[in-house]
């Protein structure tokens, strides 16, 4: 059950399907050692034969698309990361509460405090003022001639790296650095399509230092290996300290390849195997143009072939029949735990409970497997209790915790789509609230709906549906069960205009409301729930009409005739 109260529609668990492996295949550790034998003893004989120039340049292609990868890899993260600070900044922009500057102000400094990569982030009005920023750094200060303003202004726009000379000696950054930056920017807009103003963010620069570390820590035993990240112009971003701020040593490579890599000569008299990528994007994204280029000196590549050449013939043979050996006692010592693994796979597929994938011993893959297992069942089972709660926050209506409009008419549609049954009505609309709300404010007006709408809670049945449409608007559909007495609603409607006229205590001030309610059954008063809605609608006006406070049922023949 949602804590809404109704079923969520979700299955508890997940389908897994049952594998069935063939009982007569051959068994992992044969597999093992045969394949190992015949491809040492293969390799032994193809190497033996293109030993040399040839080894020598299949090794250095395969450093090179290497190389290739490592740059794409680079590339993309860095376009992901990008895509994601856009995505953020654009869909915070379309929050119509942030165009409020102290909504916005309390949202911004929570951004920053989550989010240690932002170095700046605010607000600006129309004009460009600042009316909310992080750490107040910039508030009140005039930016309309910057392009995080201007081109916010248009849409959203992301800015190539830059030296931030408002924010420096303000904010922290690498040492030895000046300050650097990616701009990302959108406009606030009102419903009409009007901007007005701007929700702006200053990235530090020290994410994509991050985001190189991160690639190059499990290539550590790569000798020499050394990246750079250029601007769409060609200068260096990030790179060895000498070349930081200056066009690539070798200005044709970048020109002359797309995503590729070649041996390539560099000032420094050296040859290097280099890899290059390009920042192509990601969906809506189109990337800021930069070029990731990796390289390792060609002969540390080249130094391999050298040990090949000594050792591929004659180690070749023996090394066929000692891994093979070697294989057959492996692959049982993988067997065993992995035919563990599989097992409790299996009993969970046919959904025993109480079962989990065992902590195996044996090769540290194996027990990685294991623990990786393990915790992806837990986490499919944690996903779903958050999906639960995050589906209930979707139906919940936050002022009042009552179920908001969509949940009520998907659940109407759903309990009388089927036909069968009966239920009745109710739409309750509150008197003299307006005048609460503009005597005392939209606060005084929120506690008065809290109220209410717990006084509301507490008086329907439990398999009784009540929800707040918006406003000061409500409806309830009572279900008429087949074990249980029909509801008595005149009685039911006297109960809630009662507790309705009970006052409301704010700030030490006491308010009252009243409220008019209209009534209508289905399928007594139409076949069609979508008319019995209107219907009760209809009774509801009539009510206010007759003066309020008071409940009205639907009847054909007078509130019928004046819809």
Avoid at 147 to 167: N, R, Y
Avoid at 303 to 314: M, N, S, V, W
Avoid at 382 to 404: F, H, Q, S
Wanted: hydrophobic share 45%.
């Amino acid at each position: 059950m949602s804590p809404l109260g109704q079923p969520s529609g979700r299955t508890a668990g997940h389908h897994v399907a049952n594998i069935r492996v063939p009982r007569r295949a051959i068994g992992l550790r044969m597999t093992v050692a045969v394949t190992v034998a015949v491809l040492l003893l293969g390799s032994t004989l193809v190497k033996g034969l293109v030993v040399g120039n040839g080894a020598a340049d299949a090794l250095a292609k395969e450093i090179g698309n290497s190389m290739t990868g490592l740059a794409q890899s680079l590339a993309r993260q860095l376009d992901l990361t990008m895509w994601a600070r856009a995505n953020q900044i654009a869909a915070l922009s379309r929050i119509d509460a942030l165009k409020d500057p102290a909504v916005a102000q309390s949202t911004i400094d929570e951004l920053k405090r989550r989010d240690p990569t932002i170095a700046w982030i605010g607000m600006t009005n129309a004009d460009g003022r600042v009316v909310a920023a992080s750490n107040g750094l910039l508030l009140g200060a005039d930016i309309a001639s910057r392009p995080v303003h201007q081109e916010g202004m248009k849409g959203l726009f992301v800015g190539d790296v830059h030296e931030a000379v408002a924010l420096h000696g303000k904010v922290p950054y690498l040492k030895g650095e000046t300050p650097k930056f990616v701009d990302v920017s959108a406009p606030l807009q009102k419903a009409d399509g009007t901007t007005v103003g701007v929700l702006a963010a200053h990235y530090s620069w020290e994410w994509a230092h991050a985001s190189i570390r991160q690639l190059i820590e499990p290539l550590s035993d790569r000798k020499g290996l050394t990246l750079y990240i250029l601007s769409a112009d060609g200068t260096v971003l990030i790179g060895p300290d000498s070349a930081v701020g200056k066009p690539l040593p070798v200005p044709t490579l970048t020109a002359k390849l797309r995503d590729g890599w070649s041996s390539e000569v560099w000032p420094d008299g050296v040859t290097y195997v280099t890899g290059v990528a390009h920042g192509k994007g990601l969906h809506d994204y189109a990337g800021l143009g930069w070029t990731v280029v990796a390289r390792q000196p060609a002969d540390i590549v080249y130094a391999e072939t050298d040990r090949l050449r000594l050792t591929i013939i004659g180690s070749g043979a023996v090394l066929a029949l000692l891994f093979s050996c070697i294989g057959w006692f492996a692959a049982g010592r993988i067997a065993r735990p992995l035919g563990a693994i599989a097992d409790a796979a299996e009993r969970i597929g046919r959904g025993e409970r109480g079962v989990a994938i065992p902590d195996v011993g044996g090769a540290a893959e194996i027990r990685r497997l294991s623990v990786a297992l393990r915790e992806m069942v837990d986490s499919l089972t944690n996903k779903d209790v958050a999906l639960m709660r995050l589906e209930d926050i979707a139906y919940e209506d936050r002022l009042t915790a009552l179920p908001n409009r969509r949940y009520f008419e998907q659940y109407v549609e759903a309990s009388t789509g089927g036909g069968g049954g009966s239920a009745t009505v109710m739409y309750i609309d509150l008197d003299g609230f307006k005048p609460v709300n503009d005597r005392l404010g939209h606060d005084a007006g929120d506690a008065v709906l809290r109220q209410i709408g717990g006084r509301l809670a507490s008086i329907f049945r439990d398999d009784d549906v009540v929800a707040r449409l918006g406003g000061d608007e409500f409806a309830a559909v009572l279900p008429r069960r087949a074990d249980r007495p029909a509801p008595d609603t005149e009685e039911l409607a006297s109960r809630i205009i009662a507790a309705v006229n009970e006052p409301v205590s704010f700030n030490g001030e006491t308010v009252r409301v009243g409220c008019s309610i209209g009534i209508a059954s289905w399928p007594e008063d139409d076949s069609d729930m979508a008319t019995v809605m209107r219907h009760a609608d209809a009774a509801l006006y009539k009510a206010k009409r007759d003066g309020r406070n008071r409940a009205v049922r639907w009847v054909r023949a007078v509130v019928g005739a004046q819809e």
